[in-house]
């Protein structure tokens, strides 16, 4: 009989699993950190499934990193908006009446 090939989502938990005394190491905020990251790769399971690459934390990695870089894509439009306003108004367009 031929191996058989566990589901990618028990693979993940396995892989997470298998990281857990790193995380015990970590200081609390990281382990939040860590979390978050194994989180994001649990949002793009159905793309590492069908990746289908011989090491799975490949996939795993590649998903987090994907993720990440949404993140840095967002606060880099919200940079942008930031300096195309004018200088010296605060975002919500208040400040101070005069005189």
């Known amino acids: 009989m031929g191996r058989t090939v ?3 989502t ?3 938990y396995r892989e997470e699993a298998s990281w857990a005394p790193f995380r015990r190491a970590l200081r609390k ?3 939040e950190l860590l ?3 194994f989180a994001a790769a649990r949002y793009h399971t ?3 499934a069908f ?3 011989p090491v799975p934390f490949e996939a795993i990695l590649m998903s987090m990193l994907v993720e990440e870089r949404r993140a840095l ?3 880099e439009r919200k940079v942008e908006e930031l300096a195309r306003e004018p200088a010296g108004e605060p975002p919500d367009g208040g400040g101070e009446s005069p005189g």
């Open 6 to 8: 566990l589901p990618f």
């Open 73 to 75: 894509r967002a606060l």
């Open 35 to 37: 979390d978050d990251l």
């Open 29 to 31: 905020e990281d382990r």
């Open 51 to 53: 990746a289908g690459r």
């Open 46 to 48: 159905a793309a590492c």
């Open 10 to 12: 028990q693979e993940l």
